[in-house]
T-cell receptor, first 110, second 116 residues
Framework: GIQVEQSPPDLILQEGANSTLRCNFSDSVNNLQWFHQNPWGQLINLFYIPSGTKQNGRLSATTVATERYSLLYISSSQTTDSGVYFCAVSGGYNTDKLIFGTGTRLQVFP | DSGVTQTPKHLITATGQRVTLRCSPRSGDLSVYWYQQSLDQGLQFLIQYYNGEERAKGNILERFSAQQFPDLHSELNLSSLELGDSALYFC???????????????FGPGTRLLVL
């Protein structure tokens, strides 16, 4: 099955800093989603982005499907950005199940 | 708010017991998915239902079962519970359609299960 690797595993930032999170996947995908899991455990959809670039406020994401990677950019970090960021993919013609990476744990300090 | 609801939010029970987790998908969504998040296994797909029928199965134990009802809500039944079943269980939904279709899955807030 598809393998998903995320880097870095941990990231510590001061408020106001920018960061880039990476997701590599081992095969072509139909679906790629980025999630933020907040300290209360909720999984929040950030982007659905199997290819191309999207922006939402201080967050943006780019997926280069031909090279099998996706990047999540966080600009001007805030303490509320803390949590774990997951990349999840699904691939193949007959499957919808999402395969999750192990996540990047982000801590933003004031 | 994703529009997916899950009850209960928290559940504490003892080994050997049986519990039922409930999920209501977003209005209009036909596909429901169940995922388990545990400390040692990460986030893993368990099972998918589409319009009342099982569509895909992942690493779901035989002690676990699920179903989707005519009103499209779904239940995940966990029986003969063990300590290792303690986890966060998420339900997700999507519009549904052809398998492998490109569509977003929306996740509910999860049910946190603690088996003592």
């Amino acid at each position: 099955g598809i393998q998903v690797e995320q880097s870095p595993p941990d990231l510590i930032l001061q408020e106001g800093a920018n960061s880039t999170l990476r997701c590599n996947f081992s095969d072509s995908v139909n679906n790629l989603q980025w999630f933020h899991q907040n300290p209360w455990g909720q999984l929040i959809n950030l982007f659905y982005i199997p290819s191309g670039t999207k922006q939402n406020g201080r967050l943006s994401a780019t997926t280069v499907a031909t090279e099998r990677y996706s990047l999540l950019y966080i600009s001007s970090s805030q303490t509320t950005d803390s949590g774990v960021y997951f990349c999840a993919v699904s691939g193949g013609y007959n499957t919808d199940k999402l395969i999750f990476g192990t996540g990047t744990r982000l801590q933003v300090f004031p | 708010d994703s529009g997916v609801t899950q009850t209960p939010k928290h559940l504490i029970t003892a080994t050997g017991q049986r519990v039922t987790l409930r999920c209501s998908p977003r209005s209009g969504d036909l596909s429901v998915y169940w995922y388990q998040q545990s400390l040692d296994q990460g986030l893993q797909f368990l099972i998918q239902y589409y319009n009342g029928e099982e569509r895909a199965k992942g690493n779901i134990l035989e002690r676990f079962s699920a179903q989707q009802f005519p009103d499209l809500h779904s239940e995940l039944n966990l029986s003969s519970l063990e300590l290792g079943d303690s986890a966060l269980y998420f339900c997700a939904s999507s519009v549904g359609g052809l398998a492998g279709a490109k569509e977003t899955q929306y996740f509910g807030p999860g049910t946190r299960l603690l088996v003592l």
